[in-house]
C-alpha cells in the first residue's frame, strides 16, 4: 500500500500595487516651488533696497556736492557699495527661478507657447540688464582705486537709474503676458488691473533715459512692479495644486 503525501499549500503573500507618481502632482509641486521664488525675488528685492537707502547711499555723494567731492565719499564708503552691490545681484537673479512657473502658466493659458516664448524671454533680461549695472559699478571702483581720477565716480552713480530705466522696456512685455494670461484664464481681476496701470507709468518711467526728472515716477514704477510680482506669485501658489 503506497501513500501520498500532499504538498502543503504555502500562503502568498500579496504584492502591493506600486502606485505610479501623479505627474500633475508633481508638476504642481513644481510649479509652486518656482513661485516661491517669486516671493523671495519680491521680499529681497525691498529689503535691499531698504538697506541701500538706508546704510549705503547716505556715505555717498549728494546732490550740489562737486565732482571731486562726490568721488572721494563713493571711494570711502567703498565697502559698503561692494556689499549692497553684490546683495542687489543676489536679489535681482533669484526671479529667474520664478521664470519656471511664469512658463508653466503662460503655457496653460496659451497653448501656442507664444506668450511664454515672450514671459520668459523678457524675465531674462530682467533678471540680467539692472544687476549687470552693480558688476559695472564695482569695475568703476575698481579704476577710481588704481588712482585714476575719482570725479568719474560721480557720473557713475548714474549707471543705477538709467540700467533700471532700460530694464523696463522688457518689463513692459513681462507685464503685459502675464495680465494676458490671466485674462485668458479669468483669473485674478484685480492683478490684472494693477498689471494694465503699471504699463503707462512704466513707459513715463523710460523718458528717465533722457530726463533725470522722471527718476521718482521710475522708482514708483519698480516698488509698484515688484509688489505686483511677489501677488502673482503669491497667486500661483495658491492656485497650483
Known amino acids: 500500500m503506497s501513500t501520498t503525501t500532499s504538498p502543503i499549500a504555502t500562503p502568498k503573500t500579496p504584492v502591493a500595487a506600486v502606485t505610479p507618481p501623479d ?17 523671495a525675488f519680491t521680499i529681497c528685492q525691498l529689503a535691499v533696497m531698504i538697506g541701500m537707502s538706508i546704510f549705503v547711499l547716505p556715505k555717498g555723494g549728494t546732490l550740489g556736492d562737486t565732482p571731486t567731492h562726490w568721488g ?11 556689499a549692497g552691490n ?5 536679489a535681482g537673479t533669484l526671479l529667474i527661478g520664478f521664470l519656471g512657473a511664469v512658463h508653466v502658466k503662460l503655457r496653460r493659458a496659451d497653448p501656442s507657447g507664444a506668450l511664454a516664448a515672450i ?33 568719474m565716480l560721480a557720473g557713475w552713480d548714474s549707471i543705477a537709474p538709467y540700467s ?4 523696463v522696456l522688457p518689463r513692459l512685455f513681462f507685464i503685459a503676458v502675464v495680465v494676458a494670461a490671466l485674462r485668458l484664464t ?22 528717465t533715459l533722457m530726463f533725470g526728472g522722471l527718476f521718482p515716477i521710475l ?10 510680482v511677489g501677488a502673482v506669485a503669491w497667486h500661483w501658489l495658491r492656485t497650483s495644486r
Do not use: C, N
Not at 505627474?23 to 516671493?39: E, H, K, Y
Not at 522708482?219 to 505686483?228: N, R
Open 23 to 39: 505627474p500633475v502632482s508633481a508638476d504642481a509641486q513644481l510649479t509652486r516651488i518656482s513661485a516661491r521664488f517669486g516671493l
Open 72 to 82: 572721494h565719499d563713493v571711494l570711502d564708503a567703498e565697502t559698503w557699495y561692494r
Open 86 to 90: 553684490y546683495a542687489f545681484v543676489l
Open 119 to 151: 514671459g520668459v524671454g523678457s524675465g531674462v533680461l530682467l533678471a540680467l540688464i539692472w544687476p549687470y549695472a552693480a558688476v559695472l559699478h564695482d569695475v568703476a571702483l575698481d579704476v577710481a582705486m588704481k588712482g585714476t581720477d575719482v570725479r
Open 164 to 167: 533700471l530705466a532700460f530694464s
Open 186 to 207: 479669468g483669473e485674478a481681476v484685480w492683478l490684472q488691473r494693477i498689471g494694465i496701470a503699471l504699463l503707462p507709468v512704466g513707459l513715463i518711467a523710460t523718458a
Open 219 to 228: 522708482a514708483l514704477s519698480t516698488l509698484g512692479y515688484e509688489l505686483w
